[in-house]
């Protein structure tokens, strides 16, 4: 495999990573009736939004194609969510511990191939930027879990 389809490959990877967290922040704000949640998971959404836009900015840039949707996995996970917070007497807890799993899984995705140490400068830089601001929101996330507990 050339080199510009193995770096696209992977950035597909992180690109429905990020689809599938918009998915599920959209999903997780129709399932809080919160405000301060709701607006919380609208940032969220906005934000991997923008990342997607990125990803799919820095594949195109190596001539590949990004990938349109997310997996089948994260669907699997939104209906999950969706599920558990029918049944759950404390919906708003239960549904801001799925998003810290969801986020834990995206970071370990980041963090792999961050160590990887084979991606340019550009894309190394971009890939640190999403990580810290995922990290971030994990560290939110996990203060709201608290508040609403």
Known sequence: MKYTEEISKKL???????????????NAMDN???????????RRASERSEFAKELR????RYG???EDSGSFTGTMHRNWMSL????SSNNEEAILEEA????????ETYDELLKENSLP?????????HRNAIQAAINTEKVHEELVS
């Open 64 to 66: 590949q194609i990004p």
């Open 100 to 107: 810290i799993r969801g986020e834990e899984a995206s970071l």
């Open 121 to 129: 400068p550009s894309i190394d830089n971009l890939l640190n930027k």
């Open 84 to 87: 558990k917070s029918t049944f």
């Open 12 to 26: 597909n990877e992180l690109l429905i990573k990020n689809y599938d967290a918009e998915k599920g922040y959209l």
């Open 57 to 60: 900015t820095e594949i195109l």
């Open 32 to 42: 809080v009736d919160s405000d301060r949640l709701k607006m919380f998971f609208k």
